[in-house]
C-alpha cells in the first residue's frame, strides 16, 4: 500500500515548483531558434533525483499545471492555458517525465555513476520529447521559419546541449552528495522513498 503525502513532501515539492519558476526565467532572454535558455532541465532533474520518481514527478505535473492556470511561471515569465499551442509546450510536459526518469533509475541503485547515469539520460528524454514536439508544433499549428526542417529543430537544441550536458552531470553529483551527507542525517532520510 502507497503512503500518503506528507507535509515534508508537500513542502519539498513546492520548493522544486518554486525552483523551476526561477530556473525559466533567471536566462530566458537568450532565445535560440524560438527555444529559451533556461535551467529548468536542470531542476527538473535534480527534482527528480532528490524527491524521487512518484514526488519529483507530481511537482513537476504541479508546476505544469499553475503555468496553465495564469501564473507566469514559465519562460519569459508566461503562462495561460494558451501555451499549449506553444511549440516549446512539450518540454514543459517533458518535465514530467525527466523527474520521473530520473527517479526511478536512482530508485534501484544509489551511487553516484548511476545518479550521473540517470541524470543524463533523463536529459535525453527531456530533448526527445520537447524537439519532438516542437517539430510537430511547426509543421501542424504554428507557422515554421521559412526552409524549417527536421534537421533544423535539431540544429536549435545543439546550442543548449553543451549547457544541459554540464548541468545535468552537476544535478546528479549534486543530489548524491545531498542523499548521503544532508538527507541521510536528518528527518527527510526517508523524503525519496515515498514512491
Known sequence: MKKGLRTIDLTMAALFVALMAAGANVSSF????????????????????I???RLGAIAMAVYAF?????????????GGFATILSPT????????????????????????????????IAMAVNYVFGTNWMYMAYKLWFTAPEGFTYQMAWMWMAVPLPKDIILSIFAGV?????????????HFR??????
Open 30 to 49: 537568450l532565445v535560440v531558434g524560438g527555444v529559451p535558455i533556461t535551467l529548468q532541465t536542470f531542476f527538473a532533474i535534480l527534482g527528480g533525483a
Open 51 to 53: 524527491l524521487g520518481s
Open 66 to 78: 499553475v503555468g496553465l492556470a495564469g501564473a507566469p511561471v514559465f519562460a519569459k515569465f508566461g
Open 89 to 120: 509546450f512539450g518540454f514543459i510536459v517533458s518535465y514530467i517525465f525527466t523527474a520521473y526518469v530520473t527517479g526511478k533509475i536512482i530508485e534501484r541503485k544509489r551511487t553516484l555513476p548511476v545518479y550521473i547515469l540517470a541524470a543524463l
Open 174 to 186: 549534486l543530489a548524491h552528495r545531498l542523499g548521503h551527507r544532508v538527507f541521510a542525517r536528518s
Open 190 to 195: 526517508n523524503l525519496n522513498r515515498t514512491a
